[in-house]
C-alpha cells in the first residue's frame, strides 16, 4: 500500500512538473500589440522585455552621443509627477527593477521586472518614464559631462585606440563608426538637450519590433500591462533604415604609440549574422578556440610561447548584420611578431581539424546552463527578445537544448569551414610602444589613419 | 548610487539573477563538507569560462552556476611573502592540473592576501577523477627549470594586465599598504615588476613544501553528491587523510589613527576620489553578524533617504555626479568604508572629499531616522536566501561556506544564519556609523587632471 501511495505521489508530482513547464505564444494585447508571453507558472516575478529598432546611428545628421546619454538621463531624471530621485528609492520598496540601454546600435532596449503584485505601480512609474521623462537640463549637463570625461579617459586607453583603429579601417566616414567609437572631435561636447528630446521622440513608440513577457502572469493580465506600459507613446513617424557597407579587407596594421606600456594584438574577420543560425556552433567553436585555459589559442599563445597573461577568442557584434569574431590578448613586445604567427597557425589548424576530444564534454556546460534557463525569468525573456529579433520561432528560447542536442561534429565542421574567416581573412591591429614590431604592417600613429592602410 | 532605476549597476545585475522560480523539489545541489572540513570560499571562481562569449546580442544565455557539475576546491592558508605565494599558485596549477584534460573540466587557481585555492570541476559522476587530480597540488613541484623561470615573465604579464594603465588599481594597492600598515594583508600578492623578476623556483619549492601539506588544507567540494559518496570517492582518489585543520584569519590590529592624501595626476582620467577609512570597534561583534551590520548600513547610505548620502552630495545639491559606497568588516573588531565618486561640473575633488565628510559627520551625528531604518530593512531580505526554497538556500550556502573557507574563517550553519537578523538594530547601525564618522585610519587618493584636484 505505501508504494502505490508513493508511486501515487511520484505520478502527482510529475504530472504538476509537467503543468508547470513554461509556454509560448504569440498574444495581441486589448490595445492592438503584438508580443510574445512566456508563461512561468512558477515564478511569482514578471518581466517585460522590449526592443525599439533605431537608426539613428546610420544617420549623418544626428548626434551619435544622444542615445548613450538619453537612456541615463531617462532612468535618473525624472519624469512627470516622479522628480528625480525620488522614483528609485520607490522601486527599491517594490522590489522593482527597470533599464533601458542601446542593444548593437540597431535597437533600444527597457527591460521591467517586478513582483505581479507590484505590477500596476511599476508599470505607471515606467509609463511616465517613457512618456513624459522630463529630460531636465541640470542632469542632461551632469550626464553629458560625465560621458565626455569617460570618453576622453577611453579613447587615451592604447587597448580601446587599437579597437577605434579597426572600427576605422572598416568603416570609415560612415556615421556608424561615430556612433559605436564616439570618437568624433566635439561629439558628447556639443550634444545638446534638444538631440536627445528628438531621439527620445522618434524611438520611444507603440510599435516597437518585438517584445516580451515572461513569469507567473495570465494572457489578459499580460496584454493589460503591455497596454499601460505603452500608453500615450506616439505610433512611429519613419521608416528605420539600417544599412552599412563595412570593408572587412585583410590587413596588418600597428598603431605606434610611443607612451604605451604593454602591446596588445587582435585579429578580426567577420562572421554570419546569427539570424542565419549556427550560433549554438558558434559557442561550442569558439570556446574550443579561445575560451578558456584549455584553448587552442590559450595553449598557443601563453603556454607553449610564452608571450601572454592570457589570449582568448571572442564574438562581438557591430551591428545585427555585421558581427565579428577577434582574437585577442596583450603580449610580451618582443614577441608581437611571433605571436601573430603563432596565432593564425592555431587558428588555420583548428579551422581545418575542428575542436579535438570529445562533443560530449564540449556540449556539457551549454547543456547544464540551457536547462536551469527557465529558473530565471530575465535571461529567459532575454533570451526570447532576441530570438525574436533574428525572427526565429516563438518560443526558440525554451528549445534551446533541443538546439544543442543536434549539433554534430558534423555541423562543427561544417560550421568551420562554411561561416568561419580563413586564416588569410583577419585583420590584423597591434598597439605597441614599437614601431617596428611588427614587421610590413602599416605603421600608423593615430586610429584615424587605420583607414588610409591598404 | 549610479544612474538606474531604483537600483545600482551592480544590484541590478544581482537581483536579476534572484529572479528565479520557487524550488520544484527535483534536483537540488548540496554542500559537502570534506573531512577535514569544510567550508567556505570564493564565489567569483564559481563563473564558468563560458561567460566570455556572452555577447549583448546573444539569444543564448549563459549562466554564473549549474547543477549538473561539480566542483573541488583546495585552500591553504600561507604565512610567506604574498607574491612568493603568488608565483607558488601558477606553478603548481601548472604541476598538477595545467596538462590536457577533458572538455568539461575547468579549472582555475587564485592567491589572496591569506591564502592560495585551486579548483576543478567536472560532471558528478568523475569526482573520484576530479579529486585525484586536484590531489597532485600536494605533489612536489616537478616543471622543467626553464618552464618554471619563463613562469615568472607570465606573472610580469599579469601584473601588466591588473595594473598598468589602471589608476584605480594602482590607488587601490597604495591606499590598502597603508590603511592595513603593519598587517599581513598589507602586502599584495601582485608585487612590482622588479620584484616579479627576483622570483626564485627553488624558494617557491620550499614554501610549497612547507605549505601544501595535508595538515594546511581544507576540502570543499560542491555539487549533488552525498557525504557518502564524497567519502567513498576521496578512499578511490587516495585523497591524503586530513584532520580538521585549526586554521584562521592573520589577526589583524589597526595602527594609529593617520590619513594620507595619494595623488594619481593623470590628464586624460576622468577625475575620480577613493576615499576608504578604517575604523576599530569598542567590543568584538561576531564576524557574519557583523557583515550583516555593515551591509544594512552600506544600504542606508546609498540611498536618497534623510540619513542616506545620495541627497545630500547628489540630488539636493550637485556635488557628486555618481557615488558608490561600501562598508564591510575586516575581522570582528575593525571595520572599512569605501566611499568613491566622480565630481559635478565646477567641483574639485578637494572639495568633494570635504562634502563627503562633512556629510558623513552630519548623518552621523544627526543619527539615522527611523522610518529610514525601517525602510531599508524591509529591502533587506536579499542579503540571505529565502529559506523556504531550498534551491536557492543551496546554491547560497555554497557560496557562503567556499567565501568563508577561502578567507579562512569558519561557517556558521543554517540555523545560525536564520537567527542573525536578530541582532540588526537601528542602535546598532547608528554605533557603526559614528565609529565610522569619528577617528580611524584614512586614505583618500586623487584622479583625473591635475588641476581637478584644488
Redesign the interface.
Known sequence: MTRILLLFAALL?LAA?RG?APTASVETSPGGVVYTLLQ?P????V?IHIAWPTDWAYRADTNKAAPVVGT?LI??GGAEGYP??????????L??????YV??IDHVIGEL?FERDQMDETIAI?NA?LRAPTLDS?WF???R??TA??M??A????ANAGFDAVRWAILGEQPLRNALSLDEPGVVDNLTREDVVAWHTETFTRTPQAIVVAGGIETADAGAAIDALLRGLPDASRTVMQEAAPDYTARRILLHIPEA??TTLSLIAPLPP?RLGG??ED?IL???LG????SVLFEAV??EL?????F?A????YT?DHRILFLSG?V?TAKLADAEQVVRDAYADFRQSG?S??L???K?????????????????A???L??AL?G?ETG??LR?TDELQAVTEGALMDRLSSALPQAQDFIVIAVSPDADALPGACVIRTPSAAADCP | MTDCFGKSVLQHCQLARQRKRPSNHCQVPSVVVGSAVLLAGLGAALIQAWQGNNSADSSIRILAADRETASVHVIFAYDSAALEAHYLEHLVWLNAVGAERAADRHSNAWTSDTAVGYWLSGAPEDLPDLLETLKGVFDPINLPSEFAGKERDIVLREYEFRMTDNPDAQAGEAMKAFLYDGNVIAVSPIGTPDEIMMLDYDAARAVHAATHVPANARLVVIGDVTERRLRRAMRDAGWPEMEPADVAPPPFELVAPETTTLRYPDPDAAPRMGWRRVVALPEPVQFDLLEAQTALLRDILDTNLPGGLAGPLRFDAAVARSFDVQVWPIDEDNIEISFSAAPDAGVSLTQLKTAFEDTLSEVANGGIPEATYSRVLNRFDGFWPDWDDDDETSRWMADYVLDRVSNLRGALSKRELQRLHRGLSLDTTNELLRQLAGDGRTAIAFIGPEESFE
Open positions: 508530482c512538473c508547470d512561468m512558477e515564478h511569482e516575478d518581466t541615463q532612468l535618473a528625480a530621485g525620488d522614483v528609485g528609492e520607490r522601486f527599491a520598496d522590489n522593482s527593477e527597470g533599464n533601458i542593444a548593437v521586472t515606467a518614464h541640470m549637463d551632469r550626464i559631462e560625465g570625461a569617460k576622453a579617459e579613447q587615451a586607453q592604447p606600456q604593454t546569427t550560433e549554438t559557442l569558439i570556446h574550443a575560451g578558456d585555459d584549455q601563453r603556454t610564452r608571450a601572454s597573461y592570457g582568448g571572442g564574438m562581438a557584434s545585427r596583450e610580451e575542436p576530444g570529445e560530449g564534454p564540449r556539457a556546460p551549454l547543456a547544464a546552463n540551457f536547462a536551469e534557463l527557465p529558473d530565471f525569468v530575465v535571461d529567459q532575454r533570451s526570447e532576441q530570438s533574428d526565429f526558440r528560447s534551446l
